[in-house]
């Protein structure tokens, strides 16, 4: 029995588009899609017996034991992580490439994934940093969206390249028992060839607590950041263009549309490694100091508590998730391990120095003990959900943070005021001075 390659190209992405109206950016990929089906020797198509759709092919072996087939619709191999769920309704491509992800898998609590399509200019970062995505029921196609002339594509072709995926999978099962037992470890195969009893073992035998995941997502050199939010989704340009405040970033796996908030803040970046020294920091004179999000256990990364520490002080400083969790201990506080934390872009948080209550995105498993904090730091926010610290300061050294994500893309944007709390104090030291 022959098979035969039937192939297809979108050769000329134009097409798509009204007459004389063409898209506004240029970032196109022309993908080949190939597709092929057995013929018998008369040339016809047969296989109806051999299922032409995809068929359980992975598995999910948790560390409590349970096993969960599924079907693979990314890398084959075999991967061990650490399995939180979220409960956006949207916005996975933000989840699939914010580097805070990185070492779990990302278990979607919303059954239907894949409806709007992936956009390549909508990614948080270069590319994808998570272990895995695991879903109940994934939406194959192609998008085009008319309305805004961009093109996208679907879940599936991304995930082929860039990591683990399976899908028809029972995540409300396994969400309960991540509710119950916590965050499990996990590990996802596509390997016939490995037995189940081995997985359980390999699931058994990591830990991500005390692993340094930083610095694998952290850029290697400093650069300069310039790109502002696109006006046609900007809906707050305080000082736009006036670049007024230098502002270094430090990349513990920071997100673009941070910077591009920033930018739009009247904010000109700098963005440098994890282990970019202090001292060095401090020859660039910069009017603050950013202290971004990033993956993993803050306690693994005593360097980066260090730098946080030496810089306390000497400029004002703004911290995000990670950034938040490093400003805790530096400040003397400790942190701790939730027990399956707070992923989503739903979360409810008490704003204590307005008194309002804020809808905001979070990722993170980890949370600074506000009982542990010395004397002068505030706890500004706190998470409605669990009564957590969502937010310090300590005015006596010009420090704020957030323990969530107050750039959230898509949305919502409730905390994105902060920006301007950031240029404000940064604006007030500054003519201090």
Known sequence: MATQGLNFALNNPSTFFAPNKPPRHSKFRIVTVKCSAPLSSEGAATGLAERPWNVANARLVLEDGSIWRAKSFGASGTQVGEVVFNTSLTGYQ??????????????????????TGVNFDDEE????????????????????????????????LISALLHYAIDDVDTRAITRRLRQDGSL???????????????????????????????????????????????????????????????????????????????????????VPSTWPASETLKLKPDGVLFSNGPGDPSAVPYAVAIVKELLGKVPVFGICMGHQLLGQALGGKTFKMKFGHHGGNHPVHNIQNGRVEISAQNHN???????????????????????????????????????HPEASPGPHDSDCVFRDFVELMKSVKYRA
């Not at 196609?141 to 594509?153: M, P, R």
């Open 366 to 404: 980890y949370a600074v003990d506000p009982a542990t904090l010395p004397k002068g730091v505030e706890v500004t926010h706190i998470n409605l959900n669990d009564g957590t610290c969502a937010g310090l300061a300590y005015p006596a050294l010009n420090v704020m943070s957030l323990q969530y």
């Open 125 to 156: 970062s270069r590319q994808c940093f998570l272990a895995g995505l695991v879903i109940r029921s994934l939406s194959i196609g192609w998008f085009v969206d008319i309305a805004l002339w961009e093109t996208t594509t679907d879940l599936c």
């Open 185 to 271: 470890i996990g590990v996802l195969s596509t390997e016939e060839s490995k037995s189940d009893q081995e997985l359980l073992e390999m699931s058994r035998s990591w830990d991500i607590v005390g692993i340094d995941l930083i610095s694998d997502v952290s850029c290697k050199e400093p650069f300069e950041w310039v790109e502002s939010t696109k006006p046609d989704w900007d809906f707050n340009n305080h000082e736009r263009n006036s670049k007024t405040y230098r502002v270094i970033a430090y990349d513990f796996g920071i997100k673009h549309n941070i910077l591009r908030r920033l930018a739009s803040y009247g904010c000109q970046i700098i963005v």
């Open 94 to 115: 933000e989840i699939l490439t914010d580097p805070s992800y990185a070492g779990q898998f990302v278990l979607m609590t919303n059954p239907h994934i894949g409806n």
